[in-house]
């Protein structure tokens, strides 16, 4: 799987927190969590899990399947 970068950034905003915000609340540095809202880069199934955990949501609703 891989991250759907839309999705998280969609969910992040409808929750309305900062990208900063939402880095510091996963643990994570906010230029990478960009990169990943970007689809520049992917991420780990910790990463998924704690993004899709702060959002309230399952791993599947941010993740794609690999072509």
Do not use: W, Y
Not at 2 to 13: E, M, S
Not at 14 to 39: K, M, N
Not at 45 to 57: K, S
Request: proline share 6%; aromatic share 2%.
């Amino acid at each position: 799987m891989r991250p759907n970068g839309a999705a998280i950034k969609a969910l992040r905003t409808t929750h309305q927190v900062s990208l900063r915000c939402f880095a510091q609340l996963i643990d994570r540095d906010h230029v990478f969590l960009h990169r990943i809202e970007s689809g520049e880069r992917g991420a780990s199934p910790e990463t998924l899990q704690r993004i899709a955990a702060a959002l309230d949501v399952p791993v599947a609703a941010i993740t794609r399947e690999n072509p």
